[in-house]
């Protein structure tokens, strides 16, 4: 049985629609991306969820509870790691633990205990006395990921986390999300870097303009929407020449934008070489020239004809 | 109840935390107050009207200019100076020494006797403060002896139609008529009498106007700033993870307000303390009284500041436009200065402010002597306008901004 069923989401602010009647569900255990570029609806999906937005029409329920009719019962089960670092700066790690916690209830005899557990999960034992306001932007990622978790909740929300984050601290959050879902936490995870998608979910909602236009695993998406993708920069080109870069027997599509041909491919290396060929012969310069392999971006830009950063 | 008191506590672990609310709320609020009882006399002695010296140069040395010199020197807070001629008690009001002079001319006794125009010479500088305050008292003196001149020509002429002989001793009745007139300038005839209501004995204590004044405005500024706190909660996203915590609202709302109402009445309570062992300001007779207008004054600021809060969504917004409420209610509600001293428009007018409840209600207690019973509408006014704010307030406040 799902934890998290969405169906037929609608939500509206001032008259622009933020969610467009979205379903999908989360079973336990499972990390279920949402990937799409920034006002795709991600974050609103979210709010709906931890009960901070009511929605304009559909259902939602966490663990069997609707988040309209039993907010408090969902609040109970979720955990929410919002886009902003929503910490004190003035206060230390410890302290801003020991405040949440209060709030989520947790046993006082229970509570420094917990605090210990989840600084050393996210790495910050050492630096627990320190105020928040002298941490680096990865260490205050690291302390909004620990407070979400204070409730020991059954389903967490990660809105991306891992935004100006550097090198480092983006690798420790992803062991602290893979080993947090070994544990059995199911977790929805929002972001617009295809490869955070690709390596952390079981599954991915590609999402855009408030619609989730595809939803499966990244090995199924790549597999069948994936190709390759090859941008070559013209100054110039004709209509014959682009009809004959069509008929290549490697090529999918073309599209010709802002002195780019992009060319989506069955086979990108076989293409290329046809493509080049072709340039050849007709003695037409290229300017630039870039190879993408298929990837959720790939897919992405296939379905909507934009990049996941615009 | 119990969530309530997390985020009440934690609002006081911030403020703690937090080095320039400490100078704002402590250290410039008693720094202020210090400077002010300074300025306004709060120490003691300091309501005394400073001493001007006066030379007086005195040209004639005739009987008039010895009564001019007698009446000056019963001037209070004159100190007279007959020691400088002319050019000396001149050079002396030139080079900003002395606020002013006096030539008494020769010849002013022997005019003055017979009827003559003569005059008091006053040599001010042009731009001295105190000019005006010395051309008033030698305009009271001449125009005592004015009146002299006259009685002692009347007299003459009465004796003279009365017997009417030409053959009179003027010189014995111009001084006998001269003397009883300067009597009279003592101890006269006719007088003001002037009526003080109140007990006498009790001084008008400048450290009870300042303090609870300063005390007032400084607690709105500490309350109202507090609440501009949850603006900025509001835009760092810690407010949205309380809504999304298994917080009620008015948990949530209740703490910050607790928080922000035991700052308010701290604070008062550090100002009283610092008045009474700095300035030794006297409290009344009503510590009840006292207390129970403090806490209405903190409840209605406390309720000001989230109507402000729901009203003004932005944190740049709201410092300026607190700081125009702040300080122009201290302004008219008499935070500055005693009410029942000013025009009376303004005192209609800055019946407006909780500051002018608060600030009578104190001024009641404190100067005027009063008691609970004295203060009872000022408490009760004052609760009904943060009840009217809270109400407001909290109708207008978004929890969530969509």
């Known amino acids: 049985m799902a934890l998290v069923k969405v169906e037929n989401l609608y939500k509206t602010y001032d008259r622009v629609r933020a969610v467009d009647g979205v379903s999908f569900e989360i079973q336990p255990g499972e990390i279920l991306g949402l990937l799409g570029p920034n006002g795709a609806g991600k974050s609103t999906i979210i709010n709906v969820l931890c009960t901070y937005a009511q929605p304009t029409a559909g259902e939602v329920s966490v663990a069997g509870h609707s988040v309209t009719a039993e907010p408090d019962a969902v609040k109970r089960v979720v955990g929410v790691v919002p886009q902003d670092i929503a910490l004190y700066p003035d206060l230390n790690a410890v302290e801003n633990l020991r405040f949440f916690g209060r709030l989520y209830d947790v046993p006082k005899a229970r509570l420094e205990g917990h605090i210990g557990e989840l600084l050393a999960l996210v790495g910050l034992t050492e630096h627990a006395s320190r105020r928040v306001e002298h941490y680096s932007g990865g260490m205050k990622r690291r302390l909004n990921l620990a407070v979400g978790l204070l409730g020991e909740p059954r389903f967490l929300m990660l809105d991306e986390p891992t935004v100006g984050v550097d090198p480092q601290s983006r690798n420790a959050i992803f062991e602290n999300i893979q080993a947090l879902n070994r544990q059995g936490l199911t977790i929805l995870y929002t972001t617009h870097y295809m490869e955070e998608a690709e390596l952390l979910c079981g599954r991915v909602a590609i999402m855009d303009e408030g619609r989730i236009i595809a939803l499966d695993t990244p090995q199924h998406l790549i597999r069948t929407l994936g190709t390759g993708l090859i941008h070559v920069g013209v100054r110039d080109v004709d209509e014959e020449m682009l009809a004959r870069l069509q008929a290549l027997p490697q090529v999918k599509a073309v599209t010709h934008h802002n002195n780019t041909l992009a060319f989506e491919t069955v086979d990108a290396q076989r293409a290329l070489l046809d493509i080049v060929g072709l340039f050849n012969e007709t003695d037409t310069a290229m300017t630039s020239l870039e190879i993408l392999e298929p990837n959720l971006e790939s897919v992405f830009i296939q379905l909507t004809g934009k990049q996941l950063r615009d | ?402």
């Not at chain 2, 305050?133 to 006259?150: D, H, I, K, P, W």
């Not at chain 2, 009417?164 to 009279?184: F, P, Q």
Request: hydrophobic residues 50%; contains cysteine.
């Open chain 2, 1 to 402: 109840m119990k969530k309530l008191l997390y985020i009440a506590l934690n609002e006081l672990l911030l403020l703690r935390k937090d080095r320039m609310a400490a100078v704002w709320m402590i250290v410039l609020p008693l720094g202020m107050t210090f400077i002010g009882g300074l300025v306004f006399g709060a120490f003691g002695g300091g309501s005394e009207a400073a001493v001007i010296d006066l030379p007086v140069v005195d040209q004639d040395r005739g009987q008039m200019a010895a009564a001019v010199l007698e009446v000056l020197s019963q001037t209070e807070n004159l100190n007279l100076e007959t020691a400088y001629d002319e050019e000396t008690a001149r050079g002396l009001v030139t080079d900003g020494k002395r606020a002013g002079a006096v030539v008494i001319p020769s010849g002013f006794s022997s005019a003055m006797a017979s009827g003559q125009p003569t005059a008091l010479q006053l040599i001010v500088a042009p731009s001295g403060q105190t000019a005006p305050l010395l051309e008033g008292m030698v305009r009271g003196v001449t125009s005592a002896f004015s009146n002299v001149q006259t009685t002692v020509e009347v007299a003459i002429r009465e004796v003279q139609r009365a017997t009417g002989s030409a053959d009179l001793d003027y010189e014995g009745i111009a001084g006998r008529a001269v003397a009883t007139a300067l009597e009279r300038l003592h101890d006269p005839a006719v007088s003001a009498r002037i009526t003080t209501v109140g007990s006498e004995e009790e001084e008008f204590d400048v450290s009870a106007q300042i303090v609870p004044g300063y005390a007032v405005m400084f607690a709105m500024f500490s309350v109202l700033s507090a609440a501009g706190g949850i603006l900025e909660e509001k835009e760092r996203g810690t407010f949205k993870r309380l809504l999304i915590s298994p917080v009620r609202q008015w948990s949530l709302l209740g703490g910050k307000l607790l928080a922000q109402f035991l700052v308010g009445v701290g604070q008062i309570a550090l100002m009283f303390l610092f008045g009474a062992l700095v300035f030794g300001m006297d409290v009344g007779h009503s510590p009840l009284g006292l207390l129970l207008i403090t806490l209405a004054t903190c409840w209605a600021t406390t309720s000001l500041g989230i109507l402000l809060v729901a009203v003004i969504r932005s944190r740049k917004q709201i410092h300026p436009i607190t700081t125009l409420i702040i300080l122009g209610s201290s302004a008219l509600g008499g935070a500055w200065f005693p009410l029942f001293l000013m025009p009376r428009v303004v005192q209609q007018v800055g019946r407006v402010t909780l500051v002018a409840w608060a600030m009578e209600g104190y001024n009641r207690l404190m100067i005027l002597g009063g008691n609970l019973a004295d203060v009872w509408v000022n408490i009760g006014v004052l609760i009904l306008y943060g009840a009217i704010c809270f109400a407001v307030g909290l109708k207008l406040f978004r929890f969530k901004e969509a």
